[in-house]
């Protein structure tokens, strides 16, 4: 039993130790499952019931997810016609959540595992995070079983594939916020240079001052025609 919730009676434990734990774990069907009409702004402890999208089914709601207008959702079966608030609700392309990002001041962006081709290069912005590496399905948080940043099991591959004909990643100036990325695989970036003037390297991914890059892999990208830097 996860010792979690607070045991209100020190002299009742659990058969097998620990206390009584009613909330819901990230991957169950329970989470953001309920519907929603506004009247119900907490749980039987009193937390809110606006983490990770719709209210959890049942007394306990689940704290763990990202607080609702937190963040942004990603994954492959997502749409951009959703709001993005949710796992449930996903944005179908980072681009498109970064775009939305900007506009409405959301710091975090989480997308799920899978091989994303953007219509054209992703422009980082300033001050907002990107994580990577969550399971495909589900609500997945942070826990252990649910993301794994390691770009090295498929289950939870990330990627992030510019088809050969693009660079990839892009940070057009320097950030005034440290602005995190990770848990990400950046592959078949190109950048395809014309002329040596604006050679600028960085076929996969290219940053500046306040870029984090961190836990993120780098297969087969390259800069276009490399004989203009001989």
Not at 75 to 90: C, E, H, I, M, Y
Not at 99 to 121: D, F, H, L, M, V
Not at 143 to 151: A, F, V
Not at 181 to 203: C, K, S
């Amino acid at each position: 039993v996860r010792t979690i919730f607070v045991q209100r009676n020190a002299d009742d434990p659990t058969l097998y130790g620990g206390t009584i734990d009613y909330t819901p774990m990230n991957m169950n069907p329970m989470v953001n499952a309920a519907s929603d009409d506004g009247t119900t702004k907490t749980d039987f402890v009193l937390n809110n019931r606006n983490y990770g999208g719709k209210p959890d089914i049942g007394a306990i709601e689940n704290t763990t997810q990202p607080k609702n207008g937190t963040t942004y959702f990603v994954r492959k079966t997502g749409n951009n016609s959703n709001d993005g608030l949710s796992w449930a609700t996903a944005f179908k392309t980072l681009t498109y959540a970064l775009t939305q990002a900007s506009r409405n001041k959301i710091k975090n962006i989480w997308i799920a595992a899978g091989t994303y081709t953007e219509p054209g290069t992703v422009n980082m912005v300033d001050g907002v995070n990107v994580y990577g590496g969550f399971k495909a399905y589900g609500n997945p948080g942070k826990r252990e079983g649910e993301r794994d940043i390691s770009n090295l099991k498929s289950d939870y591959q990330t990627i992030l594939d510019g088809g050969g004909n693009k660079r990839v990643v892009y940070q057009s100036a320097d950030f005034t916020t440290a602005t995190t990325w990770e848990g990400l695989t950046i592959q078949h970036g190109n950048n395809t240079v014309t002329t040596r003037d604006n050679y600028a390297g960085g076929g996969g991914l290219y940053v500046m001052k306040n870029a984090i890059v961190k836990n993120c892999g780098s297969v087969t990208n390259r800069v276009g025609n490399l004989s203009l830097l001989e």
